[in-house]
């Protein structure tokens, strides 16, 4: 009997035990292992966005997006028995693929892509084996096009994949594991806009981690698309025009500050940080010794040489130290005292008596060189600024700004003094200055309006902005006319850039450069009357200004010129016709200095 009663016990302390058990794990804890066993059944699958498209003024897509086939795999669906399979079928190692699993290990459910961009013929046979292997995803993913390959590259930008730090420091969490952002460019400035908002599949699988349905998807939204201000057809034939030369072209709106093109070359294909299969084109950009990715327009500084004489005349016309009827006389050389070494003319013979009109005409450094012994650093690094160089600019791509001297500047970058002669070598645009091809577009077209100065835009939209800037309309007029003569007259140094359906003004620049040739310029603006654009034009090492860049300007304007007339207005503004120009007069005005005609 008693053992009987210490069996029963037994037996209900027994069932005790497991009613107990039963209420720990299914009441106590039973929502937590249902979370566990949901997650085990239940996969979350991100859809990246694609991004916006990118148009230039007239629809034409320059950057876009095209359908991608990858290959991914959930690393904890994944059965090690399956690798061999799959590594013949994705022709990869198999040890490439443990290390690509081995590093996803903290998020085993979330997609890894193995392989990107997989052909047709594979994805066939990938379909009939999914069935045997676990966690394989086919995923159809929008990837970056640029139908243009290297034409207009450096404004564009490139996209690539978020960083580690980039995920780290991102606090609003708008990234994700394989984000494509913005690297350079518009795709860069731009990023907000163009990057769209991801989605997400919710899926459930069995127990070798296949997909049997899908439970719930949001969708995704894609980026905003964004219009630029350039002419396709006209950027890709200033392209062509420049070729093999590194350098810089830009031509501006003056009503708008639209930028009709921008050019930087060498340049380089953004697809490269697309294609998985050009990771050695990528790496030979990034060490490319051409710097290849660098936007010589934008990011890249220079001397200006004799084109910033506009801004040392404009300078002694305010201060009254140059009028019309002031003449130096030019032998070929300047010395600042008897003593002294002599400052150079660019024509060896010298240029005899000069005025204002011919010094500009034929870029006579030796008249220069005496308004830069009557100035003094100060009052030419104002004037150079009030025109917009070294100043920020209302660009959507990042710039550099320029570096405009004056005695404060010198002092704190190198503790000493600024002597004269560094002021003789300022007023034809060499020594420490240095500026952009954007900030010399923006200046000659304030030379232009005279009044006030455009702003320039890449983004097709909504109001310009323009600035005005106090300069002194019969001063500017003086300058201009001088700038007309550089492109119309037998003696102008610009007289290549000439064509025969109109009359325009610009100014050349030979500059010194650190090492090899010199830097070759060309800014300008057309029609003379009544002006609608300004152009830049910049030959790295092109040796003169006058032939490379002039000669460049020729072909770029009957490039112009064809287009508008074969599309009949649609794609660009047709050229104004030839006007007749009024010959040139004399402005009057005073003079206080008793250095002048000396």
């Not at 978020?162 to 609003?172: A, H």
């Not at 030419?380 to 320029?402: F, T």
Request: hydrophobic residues 35%; contains cysteine.
């Amino acid at each position: 009997m008693l053992r009987f009663q210490a069996f029963r016990i037994l037996i209900l302390s027994i069932i005790a035990v497991l009613i107990a058990g039963l209420f720990y794990v299914q009441v106590i804890h039973g929502p937590s292992y249902f979370k566990q066993s949901e997650h085990n059944r239940i996969r979350l699958i991100p859809l990246m966005a694609p991004r916006g498209n990118i148009y230039d003024r007239n629809g034409v897509i320059l950057a876009g997006n095209k359908a991608s086939y990858n290959v991914s795999v959930l690393p904890g669906d994944l059965g090690r028995e399956d690798i061999p399979r799959l590594s013949k079928i994705l022709n990869m190692s198999e040890s490439e693929i443990k290390e690509r699993i081995k590093k996803a290990k903290k998020v085993p459910f979330m997609p890894l892509i193995l392989k990107r961009s997989v052909d047709t013929k594979t994805l066939f046979v990938l379909e009939e084996a999914k069935p045997d292997l676990g966690g394989v995803l086919i995923q159809i993913e929008s990837v970056r096009d640029y139908p243009f390959s290297e034409k207009a590259a450096h404004l564009l930008g490139y996209v690539g994949k978020v960083s580690k730090k980039e995920l780290d420091r991102d606090q609003d969490e708008r990234f994700q594991n394989e984000d494509l952002i913005g690297r350079s460019g518009i795709e860069k400035g731009l990023d907000s806009i163009l990057r769209g908002e991801n989605g997400g599949l919710q899926v459930e699988v069995d127990s070798r981690g296949r997909q049997t349905q899908i439970i719930s998807e949001r969708k995704t939204r894609k980026g905003g698309d964004v219009t630029l201000t350039i002419d396709m057809k006209l950027q890709s034939r200033v392209e062509d025009l420049l070729g093999d030369r590194k350098g810089a072209v830009g031509i501006m709106d003056l009503e708008t500050g639209e930028l009709l093109v921008w050019v930087s070359h060498p340049s380089f294909d953004p697809n490269a940080f697309i294609d998985p299969n050009k990771s050695k084109m990528r790496l030979a950009l990034l060490k490319n010794q051409d710097h290849s990715m660098m936007d010589r327009g934008l990011r890249s500084l220079y001397p200006p040489g004799s084109i910033f004489k506009i801004v040392t005349a404009l300078t002694a016309l305010e201060k009254t130290k140059l009028n019309s009827h002031t003449t130096f006389f030019c032998n070929g050389h300047f010395r600042l005292n008897p003593g002294s070494r002599p400052f150079k003319c660019w024509y060896k013979s010298g240029h005899q008596a000069v005025d204002i009109y011919k010094a500009l005409e034929r870029s006579c450094n030796v008249f220069f060189y005496n308004l830069g012994r009557m100035l003094n650093p100060n009052e030419i690094a104002a004037m150079a600024k009030k025109l917009g160089i070294g100043e920020p600019q209302d660009v959507e791509v990042p710039y550099v700004s320029g570096i405009v001297p004056d005695e404060d500047w010198k002092k704190n970058r190198f503790k000493d003094r600024w002597y004269q002669g560094e002021t003789i070598s300022y007023a034809i645009g060499q020594g420490y200055l240095s500026v952009t091809p954007l900030e010399i577009l923006r200046m000659m077209g304030a030379v232009a309006l005279e009044t006030e100065m455009s702003f320039p835009h890449f983004i097709k939209s909504g109001k310009p902005i323009k600035k005005k800037i106090v300069l002194n309309s019969d001063d500017v007029k003086i300058v201009k006319q001088g700038l007309y003569r550089v492109v119309q007259t037998e003696f102008g140094t610009g007289q290549y850039a000439r064509v025969p359906f109109m009359k325009f003004a610009g100014k050349t620049g030979t500059a010194q450069a650190t090492r090899g040739d010199d830097h070759a310029w060309f800014s300008g603006f057309f029609p003379f009357e009544k002006p609608k654009y300004a152009f830049v034009v910049f030959v790295e090492h092109g040796k003169s200004g006058g032939m490379t860049c002039g000669k460049l300007m020729h072909e770029i304007l009957i490039a112009w010129n064809e287009i508008s007339e074969t599309e009949s207005g649609k794609s660009l503004p047709e050229l104004p016709p030839q006007t007749s120009i009024q010959p040139l007069q004399p402005i009057q005005r005073t003079v206080t200095t008793s250095h002048v005609g000396q």
